[in-house]
């Protein structure tokens, strides 16, 4: 009679442990999401081609795939660079630029949410090829960084969760300025005369439509 309840005893011992065991282990963690986008758009602000400094716009277009909060991206723009019209010597030319680039969501709405928004930042590079309209190229590699915000809506009764909505975000692109002779000397009120910047920068401000799954 003593064996019998050492071994019950045993067995609702062993039982409760697998119990507890089985309460207690997590579930596996479910991968991240994956999800695929485009976006056309008009870009405005100005691009700097070593003196030439004026107004510029154009079009920009991009895809990318996100894994989570990262995506990697490649986008399109053509944009027009030139002298503002007050200039004297008008010099006018039109750039065509192909980069790539990663992109992290700092915040953004869940997947099951029917309001798709991100807020994000982007880093990445490129190439220009200026097209100046009365003959000559200029071509170089850049480099990228934009801060952004989506917002548009998400149908969450289909599995794929389709989002369509609109984008807009500043971006700015630092390239090497082309070769000057031009000599040390002071454009302005100043304590020293230097040579012009051996770096270009273009500001943009990006306003479209986006769209994936």
Same mark, same amino acid.
């Given at each position: 009679m003593t064996k019998l309840a050492a071994v019950t005893v045993l067995a609702l011992s062993t039982a409760a442990s697998a119990q507890t065991l089985v309460a207690t282990s997590e579930p596996p963690t479910p991968p991240a999401p994956r999800s695929i986008d485009a976006?056309?758009?008009?870009?405005? !602000? !100005?691009?700097? *081609?070593?003196?030439?400094?004026?107004?510029?716009?154009?079009?920009?277009?991009g895809v990318g795939y996100g894994i989570g909060d990262n995506s990697l991206r490649a986008t399109f723009d053509y944009y027009s660079v030139g002298d503002? *019209?007050?200039?004297?010597?008008?010099?006018?030319? &039109?750039?065509?630029?192909?980069?790539?680039?990663? &992109?992290?969501?700092?915040?953004?709405?869940?997947?099951?949410? !029917?309001m798709a928004a991100s807020l994000w930042g982007e880093l990445g590079g490129g190439y220009e090829r200026l097209a100046w309209l009365h003959g000559g190229l200029l071509e170089r590699a850049d480099a990228e960084l934009a801060f952004g915000v989506d917002l548009g809506f998400r149908n969450t009764r289909t599995t794929d969760k389709n989002t369509t909505g609109y984008f807009m975000d500043f971006r700015a692109l630092l390239a090497e300025a082309p070769p000057s002779d031009a000599m040390a000397t002071c454009g302005g009120p100043c304590t020293?005369?230097? *040579?012009?910047?051996?770096a270009d920068v273009g500001l943009f401000f990006d306003l479209g439509v986006q769209w994936g799954h």
């Open positions: 976006r056309v758009g008009m870009m405005l !602000g !100005g691009a700097d *081609a070593g003196d030439v400094n004026g107004f510029s716009f154009g079009g920009t277009a503002n *019209a007050d200039e004297v010597m008008q010099r006018h030319g &039109r750039t065509t630029r192909l980069g790539a680039a990663v &992109r992290h969501s700092f915040r953004s709405t869940g997947r099951d949410s !029917g020293e005369a230097t *040579a012009p910047p051996r």
